[in-house]
């Protein structure tokens, strides 16, 4: 039944055009509230330059005015630990003395916090003596008003100025990103001060009844079903994706948008998915920093939204097995402040110089660091998603499509490179290339980094991750390879004719060194992993063997020299990454046990009392013992009801002891290696028999909502 749902805001849910970006406190409104000296200090904070006392107590002047006259009460600094979520701590504005009423917000307020924050993790960083964390205003990241709260987006960083969060990182990764792109624009462009990331994000889900939702306690706490057999009817018939939006999705679909609208996510497309009850919806592209902000913003209004409308959104990777998972696919680019877009191909003979070049740079680092971009995606929840048959494998190759693959293929196999003129007439250069590109008929879903017409689009990406170390990553790769490639076209200078010559000999070599990455074919097809072996790429997706990509040299010269991470912050990371992978399935694990015992096992007792009280009554009997002694359906069903209880029972004690010795374990690397190769077996196969006691019970006895029920209600 759909209940009545109040309005946020006191306004109807739909999206009003000239709501967008009403709860922001962008650069337009800083202009309307802030002198321009105040202006130029946000500017030079921007740069990392310090703010006076005076021109900071201004611009928080002006945003406590700003705040309270759009109703807010309290304001906080909005980071993000590496907990993956936003993190926030409420004051209000303002200080009562004396039976005063006094503003208790001003500069030193705005630009730094030091909440306790020794319970975030840190992989050793903060150590118990020196447990402070501050956290500090980032201004390329506009304040905005959440509810009646301020909220300030923030970078959080240890007593020592080590990262202990996403965001000093990423903005690290980007100003890494800048400063090579700058150098590498500036061969094909003048003017360009600014080079940097673009990002579009596609967010997948689910949702379910929130009623039955709160009967599945492994949904509650572990965001995926432990058991269940599959329904019947899945994901077969091909009719959910792009069908019709139910009625009651659509309500909330409304309310999303309107309210994300006024937060100034520039939210665009919504559409049903692949799996009955799964959907999506996708903003526009924006700057890389303020898109990942808005993705964690959105993922929060996604669930709120959900709950009014008496459904609960489901962010897991793989709530339910046998049918699609959900992702979020990362749409990068490089834009320059010039208004480029370094991967759109171009339409003339530089324009598309430029563009293969860049595409070579972004192929070589992949490439080189495809390891390291496989270890940000390991996660626990995409362990089950990904290599599935419908998700992009584990394996990270890179599609193309058949008009930039045969242009890539045309540069490789030139025996001599080709005079450049305006008029070059091969079709590596050719200015019609971005008309047939735009066309977008060359899709290939299968791939997990695959290039899209201007953009290249990482889809291995779980829907519930930040997308930053993602991002960090790539950025570094990119900017890594673009040093590289600078340092070759230097070297070159000398032997080619002309600057343009030296270019595209970079560029051959770049695609000719990155060639094993690109698969165009189905990665679906078995036969890819062993050619994928044969290249030499990496094939197994053992989550915590994947994830020690983070701490090779390899990967620690790379984000020691770019000043990303230094190897104490990189191993931090590398220890989360380990703990929580390690936490995650102790809570699944531990989650299934209690299910088992508390409901499945003692319905299964229930029945087979049913099953017992039949058997011993007479009719029964007499038939039994008929002239064969045959067994009665009931004795098979009871005997079969058994051998599984019995299973339940046994496997449920191997946990147990099983968990006790994992604890035992001297390292959390052991213990997370051990939680792969022997935990996760574990629960598949107390799975298997847990679904056949749901197939063999009544369906009034099952204590738990069916898969059917889950994903069919609407
Ligand atoms: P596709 O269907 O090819 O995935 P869409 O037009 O649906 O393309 O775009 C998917 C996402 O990619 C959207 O968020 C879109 O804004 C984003 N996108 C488009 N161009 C760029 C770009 N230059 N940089 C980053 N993201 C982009
Ligand atoms: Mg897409």
């Known amino acids: 039944m759909v209940t009545k749902i109040a309005p946020i805001n006191g306004v109807s849910a739909r999206l009003i055009p000239q709501s967008f970006g009403e709860r922001v406190f962008h650069r337009e409104i800083m202009r309307q509230y802030l002198s321009e000296s105040a202006l130029e200090a946000v500017k030079r904070w921007e740069r990392g330059e310090p ?59 705005l630009l730094q916090q030091e909440p306790d924050a020794s319970s975030f993790p840190s992989g050793g960083l903060r150590s118990t003596f020196e447990a402070r964390g501050y956290t500090a205003w980032d201004p390329t990241s506009p304040p905005f008003i959440y509810g009646r709260t301020l909220c300030i ?11 202990l969060d996403y965001k000093t990182p990423l903005l690290r990764s980007i100003e890494a990103l800048n400063r090579a792109g700058k150098k590498v624009a500036a061969l094909f462009y003048r003017g360009v001060e600014r080079v940097y990331p673009t990002l579009g994000i596609e967010q997948e889900f689910f949702l379910v009844e929130k009623s039955l939702y709160e009967r599945r306690l492994d949904l509650m706490l572990t965001g995926r079903t432990l058991v269940g057999a599959p329904s019947p009817r899945g994901q077969q018939m091909e009719d959910h994706y792009f069908g019709a939006i139910p009625e009651r999705v659509l309500a909330f679909f409304e309310e999303l948008e309107a309210e994300a609208w006024k937060l100034g996510i520039p939210l665009k497309t919504r559409h049903n998915e692949v799996a ?141 490179l080709p005079r450049l003129t305006d008029k070059t007439p091969i079709s590596l250069l050719v200015p019609r290339l971005p008309a047939v590109l735009r066309d977008n008929t060359d899709r290939n879903r299968t791939a997990p980094f695959a290039f899209t017409g201007s953009k290249f689009e990482f889809r291995a990406v779980g829907a519930s991750a930040h997308c930053a170390p993602a991002m960090i990553v790539l950025n570094a790769a990119v900017a890594d390879s673009m040093e590289t490639f600078l340092k070759e076209v230097a070297r070159r200078r000398e032997r080619e004719s002309s600057r343009e010559m030296a270019i595209l000999s970079v560029t051959r070599e770049f695609l000719l060194e990155s060639r094993p990455i690109r698969f165009d074919g189905n990665s679906y097809d078995p036969a890819w992993h062993a050619e994928a072996a044969k290249r030499g790429l990496s094939v197994s997706f053992h989550v915590p063997q994947v994830l020690r990509a983070y701490v090779d040299p390899k990967s620690q010269t790379l984000f020691t020299r770019l000043g990303i991470f230094t190897e104490t912050e990189l191993h931090a990371r590398y220890e989360v990454r380990l703990e ?63 051998s599984h209880i019995q299973a339940l029972q046994k496997g449920i004690e191997r946990a147990e002891t099983l968990w006790e010795t994992i604890l035992q374990l001297p390292s959390v690397e052991a213990q997370a290696d051990a939680v792969y190769e022997s935990v996760r077996p574990l629960m598949t196969e107390l799975r298997s028999h847990a679904d056949a006691v749901e197939k063999i019970l009544p369906a009034d006895k099952y204590p738990l909502p069916r898969y059917a029920d889950l994903l069919f209600r609407f």
């Open 580 to 642: 929580r992978y390690v936490k995650a399935l102790g809570i699944e694990l531990h989650t299934l046990l209690d299910v088992l015992r508390t409901q499945i096992l003692p319905a299964a007792f229930r029945f087979q009392v049913e099953l017992t009280t039949l058997l011993s009554s007479d009719p029964f009997q007499l038939l039994s013992t008929a002239s064969a002694p045959e067994k009665t359906p009931q004795q098979v069903w009871f005997e079969t009801l058994q």
């Open 276 to 416: 009955p009850a799964q959907y999506e919806c996708a903003p526009i592209f924006e700057e890389l920093n303020v898109a990942i902000d808005h993705n964690q913003l959105l993922m929060d209004l996604i669930q709120r939204t959900a709950r009014r409308h008496e459904l609960v959104a489901l962010l897991h990777e793989k709530p339910f097995a046998g049918i699609n998972g959900s992702g979020k696919h990362n749409n990068w680019s490089l834009a320059t402040d010039t208004g480029v877009n370094l991967l759109s191909p171009g339409k003339n003979t530089r324009e598309n110089l430029r563009f293969f070049a860049i595409l070579s740079i972004v192929l070589n680092a992949v490439y080189r660091h495809a390891d390291l971009l496989r270890a940000t995606i390991a996660t626990p929840g995409n362990e089950h998603r990904l290599g599935g048959n419908e998700a992009p494998p584990s394996i990270l190759s890179v599609f193309l499509g058949s008009q930039v693959s045969a242009a890539v293929e045309t540069l490789e196999k030139a025996p001599e």
């Open 153 to 163: 987006p923030s970078v959080y960083i240890s007593y020592n100025g080590q990262a």
């Open 51 to 109: 703010i006076s006392t005076e021109l900071a107590d201004e611009i928080a002047n002006a945003l406590r005015q700003w705040a309270t006259e759009r109703g807010a009460t309290h304001y906080t600094h909005w980071f993000h630990p590496l907990t993956g979520l936003t993190a926030e701590k409420h004051e209000n504005f303002y200080e009562a003395v004396n039976g005063k009423v006094l503003s208790g917000f001003n500069g030193s307020e």
